[in-house]
């Protein structure tokens, strides 16, 4: 097996997750709003244990208008 660069997949671009708290930042928000976005399906986001997280396309996409 020869290490050959060329026969590697190319790279997936990580799209940047944020916090609760840190998306409230970026919107300019409360915590508790964020979380009311999420509850009425208006900012789609990931439950990782305890926590959500949304991800910057969300974000992205909920400040031009879409879900």
Known sequence: ???NPENL???VPID???SVKETAGLLKTTERTVLELIRKKR???VKVGRE???TETTIE???KGGR
Request: aromatic content about 16%.
């Open 16 to 18: 940047p997750v944020y």
């Open 1 to 3: 097996m020869t290490n």
């Open 52 to 54: 959500y997280r949304i």
């Open 61 to 63: 996409k909920f400040l």
């Open 43 to 45: 900012l789609v986001a």
């Open 9 to 11: 997949p190319d790279a």
